[in-house]
């Protein structure tokens, strides 16, 4: 089936410990997107990459970083830096050029 | 940014009844898309309209790009069309923005 996988669903870390949520697509899209969602509000973007080996900050990149070494594969990790990690991370995709985006089914992260 | 107003925040309709969402941008848009999340968190793409009227079941949606405003239509509403619908707006950069969401129960 083609889709969107992230991993794990729920991810629990001590605080001070830098964590990696896992993306892939194979769709074979050339973008792709990381949002977060923290509750009762919409979602924001952390960071994006439109072709392999590229990538952009969105709106809240502080405490995160990513790479883009394959087109299939988006990691994020989130760093000891972000001030406030627990929140609901989205994974999302699109063709070239195309407007339309597609979401994964989301991790967890609960930092304590 | 662009911003992107949903109203109402909050909907309780009984199982069978119409509604309608509402999404205000401030700025002309290339994509409007409708997303409805579901109690697991998983955004199920609704509707892809930067402009015109679209239906899907007892869905539809009118964007009004000239007016920056798009409605989705939910008709016989059903208890498995609870959660949170989303719209999301795109303007000449690459980031959609979202609005906060209109939270929709529809009870039995």
């Known amino acids: 089936d083609g889709g969107i996988t992230q991993s794990p669903k729920y991810l629990f870390r001590k605080e001070g410990q830098n964590v990696t949520l896992s993306c892939e697509q194979n769709?074979?899209?050339?973008?792709m997107y990381w949002y977060r969602q923290d509750p009762g509000q919409g979602l924001r973007l952390i960071y994006y990459?439109?072709?392999?080996?590229?990538?952009q900050k969105g709106d809240i990149a502080e405490g995160y970083s990513v790479s883009r070494e394959k087109k299939e594969s988006f990691p994020l990790t989130v760093t000891s830096a972000q001030k406030n990690p627990t929140a609901f991370y989205l994974c999302?995709?699109?063709?070239?050029?195309?407007?339309?985006?597609?979401f994964g089914p989301g991790t967890r992260l609960t930092v304590t | 940014g662009i911003q992107v107003e949903q109203s109402p925040p909050d909907l309780i309709l009984q199982e069978g009844a119409n509604s309608t969402l509402r999404c205000n941008f401030s700025?002309?848009?290339?994509?409007l898309q409708w997303f409805h999340q579901n109690p697991w968190g998983q955004l199920i793409n609704l509707f892809y309209?930067?402009?015109g009227t679209k239906q899907n079941g007892r869905l539809s949606a009118t964007t009004v790009a000239t007016e920056r405003y798009s409605l989705l239509y939910i008709s016989s509403s059903q208890t498995t069309d609870s959660g949170v619908y989303f719209c999301?707006?795109?303007?000449?950069?690459?980031?959609?923005?979202f609005g906060a969401g209109t939270t929709v129960t529809v009870r039995a």
């Open positions: 999302a995709s699109s063709k070239q050029y195309s407007y339309e985006q597609y």
């Open positions: 769709l074979n899209h050339d973008a």
């Open positions: 990459s439109q072709i392999v080996n590229d990538f």
């Open positions: 700025d002309s848009v290339n994509n």
């Open positions: 309209i930067p402009s």
């Open positions: 999301a707006v795109r303007s000449n950069d690459y980031k959609l923005s």
